[in-house]
């Protein structure tokens, strides 16, 4: 990708902070792109002829994380078919795509293989609250969400993943000065308002 026609934007939090729900109010907000890379996932576990369905569904129901090739590559794709087609964020008068990529680098590899590779991020969005708040946002989910990885026993799973692994990548992001951290245990309302201040800060 040339790197003077994207700007890409990490979101992390754990599972259930509401990384999904607040991206996609920014996106109606500032015409972003936003790429999930657990849909991307769940899309390709689903894709008829694909090599990896089986291996995509046994890590997302424990909880770990699909080896980095396959969704760096996935997100790589995504990436150049929204610039190819045009959505990558309409109305940006510098006519630069931006991108919001919700849920990943979610373990230092990714992290790296991605800054080095596609694209080097510029912020992370970090959405933090507490363990309980997430879990009762997903079992409250997980009645209608038809996800395999929203149950009691998944869910711990997700948690573990997230504070072994993922919270190091946060950590590293921090230290670069990276991170603007927003409280997400809140109604949707008050943090999409806080989610839009901080965004505000990394566009000026
Ligand atoms: N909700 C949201 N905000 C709320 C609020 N403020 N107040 C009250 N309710 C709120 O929200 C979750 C639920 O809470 C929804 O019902 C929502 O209405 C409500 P959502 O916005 O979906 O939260 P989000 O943080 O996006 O939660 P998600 O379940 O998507 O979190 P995960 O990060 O666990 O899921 P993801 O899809 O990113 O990944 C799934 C799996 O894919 C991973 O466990 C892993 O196995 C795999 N994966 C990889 O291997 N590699 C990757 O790079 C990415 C994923
Ligand atoms: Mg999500």
């Given at each position: 990708?040339?790197?003077?026609?994207?700007?890409?934007?990490?979101?992390?939090?754990?599972?259930?902070a509401g990384k999904g729900t607040q991206c996609s109010r920014l996106v109606e907000d500032y015409g972003f792109c936003?790429?999930?890379?657990?849909?991307?996932?769940?899309?390709?576990?689903?894709?008829?002829?694909s090599e990896?369905?089986?291996?995509?569904?046994?890590?997302?129901?424990?909880?770990?994380?699909?080896p980095m090739e396959v969704t760096v590559k996935?997100?790589?794709?995504?990436m150049a078919a929204a610039l190819k087609e045009g959505r990558?964020?309409?109305?940006?008068?510098?006519?630069?795509?931006?991108?919001l990529v919700d849920g990943f680098p979610r373990?230092?590899?990714?992290a790296i293989k991605f800054d080095e590779e596609v694209c080097m991020a510029s912020m992370v969005l970090f959405f933090?609250?507490?363990?309980e708040v997430m879990l009762a946002r997903l079992l409250e989910r997980g009645k209608t969400s038809g996800r395999e990885d929203d149950n009691a026993e998944s869910i711990k799973k997700r948690f573990n993943t997230y504070k072994e692994t993922t919270m190091p990548v946060i950590e590293h992001y921090r230290a670069l000065g990276k991170v603007a951290e927003v409280?997400?245990?809140a109604a949707v309302e008050v943090v999409h308002k806080d989610a839009k201040v901080a965004v505000e800060k990394i566009l000026n």
């Open positions: 990708f040339d790197h003077t026609k994207i700007t890409v934007f990490f979101v992390l939090g754990g599972p259930g936003h790429l999930s890379a657990g849909d991307l996932l769940r899309a390709e576990q689903h894709r008829e002829g990896f369905g089986e291996l995509i569904q046994t890590c997302i129901r424990e909880g770990t994380i699909v996935l997100l790589e794709n995504a990558s964020g309409d109305g940006w008068a510098d006519g630069r795509g931006r991108f373990k230092m590899d990714q933090s609250t507490t363990e409280d997400s245990s």
